[in-house]
Structures are given as C-alpha cells and as structure tokens.
C-alpha cells in the first residue's frame, strides 16, 4: 500500500540555522513527491515537488528537497531558517492507482525559535 | 491570479442537522477535489471531479455526504445529517488537468465543528 511516513511530530530549530523536515514513502511504480505548508487558520500551500530529473528540486520561500531513491526519502531542507518559517509541513505522495490522489503524511510542526 | 475560494470559512453545527459547503476553483483548472483534514492528521481525499464528472469517490461516506459540479466550474459539498466525527476542516483543491505531474492548490478550507 501507499504510504507516507513523517516520523518527527515536531522540530524545533534556531533562527538562522539549517533545518531538516524528514519524509520517507512507500508506494509502486515512480514516485512523484509533494510538500506542503500550512500556517494556522490557512489552507496548504504549494512549496515544492520531485517528478523526475534532478534529485535536488527547489522550491517556494528557499526551501529544497532531496530526493533519494534508495532510502526512499524526500528531507525538506533550508539553509537558514527564519522565524516566520513555523508551521505545519506536510509530505505528500501521488497514489500510483490514482494518479491524481495525493496521500498526505500525518505532518510535522516547525518550530523556530528566535 | 485568484486562488481557490471557499465558504463559509467555520461552521458550528449540532448532530443531526445538514452542512453545505462551497468552493470556486482557480479560474480554468479542470479537475477540483474535496479533501477532509481531521485534527492532527494529514488530509485525506473525499472526492474528485473532472469537468463536471466524478473521477473518484470511493472515499466518500455516500449515506451523508454529497457532492455536485453541476456546471463544471464551483462544486458544493454537502453532509447530512452530520455526526461527532464529521468535525474537520474541509478543503477544496484545484489543478488545471490530472495527471501526476498536475500540482493541486488548495483553498482556506472551512471549518467544521459539530456538536
């Protein structure tokens, strides 16, 4: 079955310091990846998405992703957080027999601290 | 560009009554989904429109909820009669085609809270 994976519920991180957002999946065939932010009382929005090609893709807001076949993984990353990057990040993978279905990790809160 | 819209942006409901809620989708996008995101969960899919034809719906609890695209623009999503467990936000995404590669952008969602 189809599945994403966020095993951290929250990160917390210093302004100004690199920040990783884990996210492994399991699904058949060739993934396509998606990250998402929410901010509170707000809907998700669009950060980044792997559908082939270069393992590091760029995204909104200077975030990154890389994509990892091996380990199955797609860590969003940042060089320098900021404070105004505290959120709710979610990981999202595009079911296989659906291809438009997207299944959403559980998410995992950013926490920047000044 | 305008984004998706939804209405009402909250709802507080008692058990047993009815709900509808409206989105709009970005201007153009073919395909619209309702997605419902339950409290510390990640969103999960309850429905799929192509133009105005139901792609997917296997998600859908049919006794009590509806949804119609009737003119393949707007799309209303509808609970009756409504349970404890309906409480979530319900989110409405648009994308210009399917397909795997499509990104899907999604609206503020309305909150539901029944009593």
């Known amino acids: 079955a189809q599945s994403v994976a966020q095993p951290e519920d929250q990160v917390n991180v210093a302004e100004g310091n690199p920040l990783t957002v884990k996210c492994t999946y399991s699904?058949?065939?060739?993934?396509?990846l998606f990250w998402y932010v929410q901010y509170p009382n707000r809907g998700l929005q669009f950060l980044l998405k792997?559908?082939?090609?270069?393992?590091l893709v760029k995204g909104s807001y200077g975030f990154e992703a890389e994509f990892n076949k091996s380990q199955t993984s797609f860590h969003l990353k940042k060089p320098s957080a900021l404070v105004s990057d505290s959120a709710l990040y979610f990981c999202?993978?595009?079911?296989?027999?659906?291809?438009?279905?997207?299944?959403f990790g559980t998410g995992t809160r950013l926490q920047v601290f000044p | 560009e305008a984004g998706v819209a939804q209405s009402p942006r909250y709802k507080i409901i008692e058990k047993r009554q009815s709900v509808a809620f409206w989105c709009n989708p970005i201007?153009?996008?073919?395909?619209l989904y309702w997605y419902q995101q339950i409290l510390g969960q990640g969103p999960k899919l309850l429905i799929q429109?192509?133009?105005?034809?139901?792609?997917?719906d296997s998600q859908l609890p049919k006794d009590r909820f509806s949804a119609e695209r009737l003119k393949g623009v707007d799309s209303t999503l509808k609970i009756q009669p409504a349970k404890l467990e309906d409480s979530a936000v319900y989110l409405c995404?648009?994308?210009?085609?399917?397909?795997?590669?499509?990104?899907?952008?999604f609206g503020p969602g309305t909150r539901l809270l029944v009593l």
């Open positions: 999202a993978v595009r079911d296989s027999y659906n291809t438009d279905k997207l299944i």
């Open positions: 792997y559908i082939t090609g270069d393992n």
């Open positions: 699904v058949s065939g060739n993934p396509y």
């Open positions: 429109f192509q133009n105005n034809g139901v792609v997917d």
């Open positions: 201007s153009g996008h073919a395909t």
């Open positions: 995404a648009s994308s210009l085609s399917p397909g795997q590669q499509e990104t899907q952008y």
